[in-house]
């Protein structure tokens, strides 16, 4: 497990290009019939990726739960999400099986001990991403469609950032300890998500990018609004967003990600906006 501390935004200014992936980039997530993770302090969120092709594998595979979290199991303290970002998959929770088909999304509840994956064709396999966050009470476990989605049609095409915002472990749909996860796609002809940005001191944030192909990049914005800084990620990266940290990006195409949030408000439109001609 790869295990990220938290970064002083006033440190952050002196940071290299190199310096900036190390501390913030998520990259190289996924490789067969094995369980990445990495560990952030930021808001103690864990991002996690399972890319089963032959074999089954458990939440847990390769961790020492005991050293990283002080716990007899994964979930002990912990709720989790997952999207399936390949071909059909199931997730088997404490003996229950979901079938997760591409874009759905699956809620893990507090108190989970057995959660394991495996794809259903492994000349397509399933592609399961997951961002795990503290939790002090259990809720219930739930399988989320890209149907069930509440959908939020944003943005338009005379500013580049026509999308929608799918909601899927959000307050409205699925009841949570602290965690929020959804996927936003942009149509055709756009390329800008959140803009103009916003912070929000009382959570933060990760994005994954997907739907973007081999030779199109995304540029990721964060920063304190008045020094920003870019990071180029290609398919399949993440970025943590610290809560002092813009978060929005430009793509060379249209694309889709995954937005995470924990922290201590779930309000989704509790942020504070930062108008375009104060960025610097």
Known sequence: MDIRYSANPKDALHYTTEELRDEFLIDELYA?????????????MVVLGILPVKETLSIDKGMDIMKTFGTNFFLERREVGFFNLGGTGFC???GKEYTLNPR???YIAK??????????????????????APAHRSFETKLLTIEEAA???MGDEGTSNKRVINQFIHPDVVETCQLLMGLTALEPGNVWNTMPVHLHERRMEIYTYFDLPEDHRVFHFMGEPDETKHIVVKEFDAVISPSWSIHAGC?????TFIWAMGGENQEFTDMDAIPISDLK
């Open 32 to 44: 067969p019939d094995d369980v990445r993770a990495v560990y952030s302090h930021v808001d103690r």
């Open 92 to 94: 088997v929770v404490d």
């Open 104 to 106: 759905d999304c699956i």
């Open 111 to 132: 108190g989970v001990k057995e959660v394991t994956f495996r794809s259903d064709n492994p000349d397509i396999p399933a592609r399961f991403y997951g961002v795990c």
């Open 151 to 153: 959908k939020v049609p």
């Open 251 to 255: 793509g060379t195409t249209n694309y």
